[in-house]
Nanobody, 119 residues
Framework: QVQLVESGGGLVQAGGSLRLSCAAS????????MGWFRQAPGKEREFVAT?????YYADSVKGRFTISRDNAKSTLYLQMNRLKPEDTGVYFC???????????????WGQGTQVTVSS
């Protein structure tokens, strides 16, 4: 069992930056593939990035976002730079067995943190 708690969301102007964190409790954090997903109002939840050892990204965020993890602290991060209004949404972290883009492959989810990018 893994419990996940996101933090770091907020309101930022377009072009700005935010760093999201996801604190994990439970055992064997380092063995899990970790992912970030987001959901905008009225839209499906979409893949943002995932990591086991290396990061993989959605095309929409590649070159602007960086996923990383600190296994000693059981914490996942998402550094978001050059933010755009279309990045607005609730951001969720998730833990699963494989570093894939499909949300249904992840077993544990956090409650989410709101990111709002104003134009």
């Amino acid at each position: 069992q893994v419990q996940l708690v996101e933090s770091g969301g907020g309101l930022v102007q377009a072009g700005g930056s935010l760093r999201l964190s996801c604190a994990a409790s439970g055992r064997s954090f380092s063995r899990y593939s970790m992912g970030w997903f987001r959901q905008a109002p009225g839209k499906e939840r979409e893949f943002v990035a995932t990591i086991l050892w290396n990061g993989y990204y959605a095309d929409s965020v590649k070159g602007r976002f960086t996923i990383s993890r600190d296994n000693a602290k059981s914490t996942l991060y998402l550094q978001m730079n050059r933010l755009k209004p279309e990045d607005t949404g609730v951001y969720f972290c998730a833990a699963g067995s494989h570093p894939v883009a499909q949300a249904q492959s992840y077993d544990y989810w956090g409650q989410g943190t709101q990111v709002t990018v104003s134009s």
